[in-house]
């Protein structure tokens, strides 16, 4: 790993900043502080003037003054054991020194003017001493379990980095204090996958080395800001970032934050590389309070994470506002479409490249309150995310299985029947039972199902998701890597999944004729899917010369715009009779 240069200081101001979060100010009790120590002069030097022989009267009864000294003495004992008590460290020198302070006179009267009346004041002196020293270590021991606690309440248990807690207080200190700060939202991409796949230690190791390297970062002060590093719980953390003159500033150190992620981590002889999605928002321009940045912020930090795009920094910004209520409508009508049952499905033609039906995708559509179709790239990731994906799945699974059936029946079809089914459903215990069940049900042979599995989304639980493969593949059911390209598989991955066909999805198929690279690109896809023995099927093919040009470079099969779109399926029933 790269060496860093700690720069001296900032580990203070982090000290500092959970220090002031649980230990309160003391400037008040100064005062009392120097009042107990002057009581204890005066009661010394009033104890030794009352060593006289003078009286004084009260109801004319002659009283001496020598009878007040066990009183003044007691006094000052108390005001010593007080000291030390309300004022820790401070108070138990403070009290040692008043105490040594008066030793040498005791010395002088006992040894030099041989008076030896003073023996039993030294005993006690004796004996406040050992008294203080017990408070003393007494206090010690509260101190240190004090720290403890403090420890355990504002520091994250697993990464050992600041937590909520004192993500939380240090905000709504800056904000107190109306300083200019930005609040970032971090989460790690694709950390789910991690935890399914190699397990929580596994997992819990990736986190504890993430946060690690970035309080390290933090305490470098190489990002250029002072920044804070605090962990919210799971995969998330929240950075706050102060001294900045400009947006700028705030975008380079964060863009630090994430190169020290860059370098693979190591655990237990596997390789991890970690990326993580980041949204901020300012104080106090975006919002003034506490609640609505944590809410801008986590809005933008979710934004970028859906664009999966190249780029995993987005500051917040009001349209932002717009899309999340969008998606929250969305949500809703998710539920109400099921509840209504009013999902329906539409069905896309695949055809090899004679132009013969070799099956239809079934595509799930749901429509707004105007009757406008929603798109599905909008509402499958809202009920991926809100966990009704099984649902609608389940929805458009059922129904394009029981009209799929009926057409078996009726014409002796031997075409396919696709469905996507999203990873979180696929990993369902009961998904295996499910499959059956339909397949029974509806009297469709296992081989003329095919199941699309999203290769990208695949990744983040890898072992589940191949367990449930294997056992579809033993029942008959063929299966799809959908949208291939798009992810991160690399070779070893591919040959493990017993696919039949590969989807190279429509992204690479529109760049394909631009340039001679993405030709190359599509055609080098097209070969490995031949060398792992699977048909290779190219989505949204809308021109002749993207067809073509398939067909130059071994195309197996086509799905696009150009031979047909998705369909109602009284269309898609017209297709097999013509
Ligand atoms: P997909 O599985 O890759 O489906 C292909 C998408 O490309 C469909 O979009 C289809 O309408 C579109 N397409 C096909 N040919 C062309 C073309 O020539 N030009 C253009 N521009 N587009 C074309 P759609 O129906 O919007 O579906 C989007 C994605 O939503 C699907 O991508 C699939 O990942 C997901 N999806 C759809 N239905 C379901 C479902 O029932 N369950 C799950 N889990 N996901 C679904
Ligand atoms: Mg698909
Ligand atoms: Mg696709």
Redesign the pocket.
Known sequence: MKKHIIFPGRHEIIEKTLKSLTIKKRTHRIFFYLFLVLFFVGAYFTRRATGSSEVFIINRQPIPFASLTGIFSILSNLSLILIVVLFGKTGFLTSMALLLWQTPRLFFIIFKMKNYAVLPGIGTTIFVTLVIILLHLNNLQIEKYQTKLRNLAVIDSLTEIPNRLACVELLNKLIKNHEKFAVVMIDLNNFKGINDTMGHKAGNDVLVEVASRWKLAVDSGLSGTVDFITRQGGDEFTLIIRNYNSEEDILKSISYYESVLEQRIVIRGKDYFITASFGYAEFPTDADNFDTLFAYSDMAMYQIKRERSSNHILHFTPELLKISEYNTELERRIRTALLQNTIY??L?PQYDMSHNLRGF????RMNDTENNVI???DF?PIAEKIGL?DS??HF?FENSAKFFGDLIKKTGTDITLS????VR?LINDDFIAEVQSILNTYGIPAKQLEI?I?ESIMLDSEDKSLERINELKKMGIKIAI??FGTGYSSLSYLTRIPADLL?I??SFINKMNSSESSKQYVATIISIGHTMKFDVIS????KEEQLETLRSIGCDLI????WG??MMPEDAAKLITK
Do not use: M
């Not at 995708?361 to 799930?364: D, R, S, T, V, Y």
């Not at 989505?539 to 809308?542: A, F, I, N």
């Not at 799905?559 to 150009?562: E, F, I, N, P, S």
């Open positions: 499905f539409k896309q995708e079934a595509l799930a798109n599905p790239d499958i994906i609608v799945d458009v469905i996507n089914i999203s459903h699309e999203t959908d949208d989807k999805d429509k989505e949204g093919v809308e799905q696009g715009y150009l779109r998705p």
